[in-house]
């Protein structure tokens, strides 16, 4: 069976999309001991056989436990897994949300290999739930940002194993930048696939990046009236690391088909003429 995001082990899961209304910037590892407590009433008290709708109040959903033995996994009372495949999330408000959705980290996780996901996961050896679940501790959501394919490239390329994240940002600087991921993730993906994924170990590429992307950008914006445009970039057939860039970075939201054709040749031709002077 594939390791998944959610549940990478039997040790621990993630729970930051549970319960589905948040404030900004919410993580559950800030309130550790109020929530430990919680989950421990929600366990004890879940009937699997009652059958009533009970919405959600505040912050905390009901139905958020345990649901291992050893009280290390929070988890979904009412998933199908806990219930000999009968989904029950139809109990709470937000139920619909709760089937149809999964995090953009989670989605890019299940494109890897499994041999990959286990290299990736080993960031997260030794984190408990509350700990694995949280954007501030654990990298691994961070480093899912810049998608599967230069992922999948640094994993094939390394032989070892990282044990922890201080030893994986010592091998790959880059990674300790501010640099937006989603945003930046066409050209770094466009770069590496030529290149491969040593560059981003040199010390010096991060400066280097930062500068092609702000030159590739201020071109954009002086060489092309993008205007209000008629269409959403991304629901336009184009890569959507492309599209991610666009909105992200360029600060295109909408925009006309022929003119994003013309954004992204130039855009290539740019990336191109980068590799060349390396």
């Given at each position: ?68 033995d050893d009280f290390k996994q929070p988890g979904c009372l009412l998933h199908p897994f806990q ?115 040593d560059i981003l170990k040199h010390k010096d590429f991060e400066e280097k990046f930062r500068n092609?992307?702000?030159q590739i950008t201020a071109g954009i914006k002086e060489l092309f009236d993008t205007g209000t ?50």
């Amino acid at each position: 069976m594939l390791s998944s995001l959610c549940f990478p082990d039997s040790s621990k899961s993630c729970f930051a999309c549970c319960p589905p209304i948040r404030s900004a910037g919410y993580d559950h590892l800030d309130f550790k001991n109020i929530i430990k407590r919680v989950l421990l009433e929600n366990s004890s008290g879940y009937d699997p056989d009652e059958r009533c709708v009970r919405p959600i109040t505040g912050f905390s959903c009901w139905a958020l436990g345990y649901i291992d033995d050893d009280f290390k996994q929070p988890g979904c009372l009412l998933h199908p897994f806990q219930n000999n495949g009968e989904d029950l999330r139809y109990r709470i408000d937000y139920g619909t949300k709760c089937i149809r959705e999964a995090c953009f980290e989670a989605c890019v996780f299940e494109r890897l290999t499994e041999k990959n996901r286990q290299f990736w996961l080993r960031l997260a050896d030794g984190m408990d739930s509350f700990e694995y679940s949280s954007r501030k501790i654990n990298i691994l959501f961070k480093l899912l940002g810049w998608g599967d394919k230069i992922l999948s490239a640094i994993a094939d390329s390394e032989s070892d194993h990282f044990q922890n994240k201080s030893e994986f940002i010592r091998k790959y600087p880059f990674f300790k930048s501010s640099i937006s991921q989603k945003g930046s993730a066409y050209l770094l993906s466009f770069i590496i696939s030529s290149t491969g994924s040593d560059i981003l170990k040199h010390k010096d590429f991060e400066e280097k990046f930062r500068n092609l992307s702000m030159q590739i950008t201020a071109g954009i914006k002086e060489l092309f009236d993008t205007g209000t445009g008629a269409f959403h970039v991304h629901r336009m057939d184009f890569d959507s690391m492309f599209t991610d860039f666009l909105r992200l970075e360029a600060d295109i939201k909408k925009s006309e088909y022929s003119t994003v054709e013309k954004i992204k040749q130039y855009t290539d031709e740019q990336l191109k003429l980068f590799l060349r002077g390396m």
